[in-house]
C-alpha cells in the first residue's frame, strides 16, 4: 500500500544528497513523498519531481557571511556552533510547518540537524525513523569516534565510556536547551527531545553508512537497519553530464588528482588549495580543483594545461577516473571516494571529518594531514604514498558499489506500520 512520507534535513550536500535519494526511491515504488530543508535546495529537489517545502535556517546566507563560515568549520566549536547558534534558533518556525506538512503522513523520516522532526512524531504519534549518516552520529562504546572536542575517547574502555556518554547525555539538555523549552510548552515529555550524541528512535533507526566503514556495534540503538550509503550527486534532475571541458582534460593526459573540499568546508578553504597548486606543480602533476561558486574567478587564475578548474562536478564522474581525491572527510564526500576505489587523502576540517578520516586510514584506504599542518611538503609526501593504497582502495570500492542503500532504507519505511508512537 502506498504511503505518505515526510523527510526532513537540514546541512550541506552531504545532508542532502541521501535524503534525496531515499525520496526518488519511494516516489519510484508508488509513495507520496514530501522532503522539507533549507530554501536553497528547492529547486533541486523539485527537478526530480518531489514535492519541497522549505524549512528555516536559510543556509545560503553562509556564502556570504565570512564570520559566519569560519565559526562553522571551526575544528573545536564549530559543532556547537552549527547547533546552536544556526539550526536551534528557528527551530519553532520549523516546527510548526512540520507540523502543518506531516499531518496525515504515515512516517517520518528525519535527518540529526532536523531538530524538530521528532517533537512532530511525538505531537501527532506519526512513526518517526531516525537515521545516523556517519559513525561518529551513533557514539558508540565499542567503536568511539574521533571527536575534536573529546580526543580522549578512542582511548577508554566501554564501561568508562558508559558514564562519559551519560554526561554527555546530560548536556544534551544545555545544548538543545531552546528544543526542551518547546516541547515543555508543546505538552510533550522530556523524552521527545532528540539527543545530539546518540540519538535514536524506537520505531526505527537506519544506518545510513556502509557497514565495511564500521561495523554494527552490539550498542547500536534498537531497532536499526544497516542501509549503507545512499548516493546521490548530480546537478538537478535535468542534468547529470561532464562539462565537456572535464570530458576534454581526462582525455589530455594520465589520470588527475582530484582535489575537493565538498559544499561546506570549501566556503572557507584556507590555504588549502594554494598548498595543493605548489605541491602539483613541483611534481609535474595534473589536477582538478573543485572550488565552488564563490571561489571560482579567485581560483579560475590558477589554470594550466596540467590544471583544471572547476565549481562542481558530480563525484561519481570523477573520483573513478582519477589517481587520488584529496578531500576534507565530509561523510558524503568521503563515501563518493570509497565507491571510487581509488586512494584518498583527507585534510578534515570539524565535526565528523577526523573521525571519517581515521577510520579511512584505519582500513588502508586513505592517509591523513590535519589541517593545521596541511602544506606543500606534506601532500606531496602523501601523493607519493598513495599508490600503495590501490589495492585495498580498489576492494573496498567493489564491497560499496555492490550495496543498495536506497532499497534497504526504503524497505524500512514501507514496513514501519502506522500505530501510535510510545514516547
Known amino acids: 500500500m502506498a504511503k505518505q512520507v515526510l523527510i526532513a534535513t537540514i546541512g550541506s550536500f552531504g545532508d542532502l544528497h541521501p535524503y534525496l535519494a531515499i525520496a526518488i526511491g519511494l516516489k519510484q515504488r508508488g509513495h507520496s513523498v514530501t522532503l522539507a530543508s533549507s530554501a536553497m535546495y528547492r529547486e533541486k529537489v523539485e527537478s526530480e519531481g518531489i514535492r519541497f517545502v522549505t524549512i528555516p535556517p536559510d543556509l545560503a546566507r553562509l556564502e556570504h557571511d565570512a564570520v559566519m563560515r569560519r565559526r562553522a568549520m571551526n575544528t573545536l566549536d564549530g559543532t556547537r556552533y552549527v547547533v546552536q547558534e544556526l539550526f536551534l534558533p528557528p527551530i519553532e518556525e520549523a516546527y510548526r510547518i512540520l507540523l502543518e506538512e506531516s499531518r496525515g503522513a504515515d512516517v517520518l523520516v528525519g535527518s540529526l540537524g532536523a531538530f524538530a522532526l521528532p517533537l512532530v512524531a511525538a505531537k501527532l504519534r506519526i512513526p518517526y525513523l531516525s537515521t545516523a549518516l556517519q559513525p561518529a552520529a551513533v557514539l558508540s562504546k565499542f ?33 538543545l536547551k531552546k528544543a526542551y ?74 589520470p ?21 597548486y605548489t605541491a602539483v606543480t613541483r611534481m609535474r602533476k595534473r589536477a582538478i580543483f573543485l572550488v565552488g561558486r564563490g571561489n571560482y574567478e579567485h581560483y579560475k587564475k590558477m589554470e594550466s594545461d596540467r ?23 565530509g561523510i558524503g564526500t568521503t563515501a563518493q571516494a570509497l565507491r571510487a576505489g581509488k586512494p584518498m587523502i583527507v585534510v578534515p576540517f570539524s565535526h565528523d571529518q577526523p573521525d571519517n578520516a581515521a577510520r579511512c586510514v584505519k582500513l588502508g584506504v586513505g592517509l591523513s594531514i590535519p589541517r593545521k599542518r596541511f602544506n606543500a611538503n606534506l601532500l606531496q609526501q602523501a601523493l607519493e604514498a598513495a599508490p600503495k593504497l590501490n589495492e585495498l582502495a580498489r576492494s573496498m570500492g567493489v564491497l560499496i558499489q555492490s550495496e543498495d542503500a536506497v532499497a534497504t532504507a526504503c524497505e524500512k519505511i514501507e514496513a514501519t506500520q502506522p500505530s501510535p508512537r510510545t514516547i
Open 307 to 329: 590544471l583544471l578548474v572547476c565549481q562542481y562536478a558530480p563525484h561519481s564522474t570523477l573520483m573513478p577516473r582519477g589517481a587520488v581525491t584529496i578531500h576534507q572527510g
Open 256 to 276: 588527475p588528482y582530484v582535489f575537493t573540499l565538498g559544499t561546506s568546508a570549501v566556503l572557507d578553504p584556507g590555504a588549502f588549495y594554494n598548498e595543493a
Open 181 to 254: 523549552a518547546l516541547a515543555k510548552n508543546e505538552g510533550l515529555p522530556a523524552s521527545a527531545v532528540p539527543q545530539l550524541f546518540g540519538h535514536s528512535s524506537p520505531d526505527g533507526n537506519l544506518i545510513l553508512f556502509s557497514k565495511h566503514f564500521m561495523r554494527a556495534q552490539p550498542d547500536f540503538p534498537q531497532p536499526t537497519t544497516m542501509c549503507g550509503f545512499p548516493f546521490y550527486d548530480k546537478l538537478d534532475g535535468r542534468q547529470f553530464a561532464v562539462d565537456p571541458d572535464i570530458e576534454s582534460f581526462f582525455a589530455a593526459g594520465e
Open 143 to 175: 567503536d568511539p569516534p574521533i571527536v575534536p572536542a573529546m580526543p580522549f575517547l578512542p582511548m577508554l574502555s566501554p564501561s568508562i565510556l558508559h558514564y562519559v556518554y551519560a554526561g554527555l547525555h546530560t548536556f544534551n539538555k544545555t545544548l
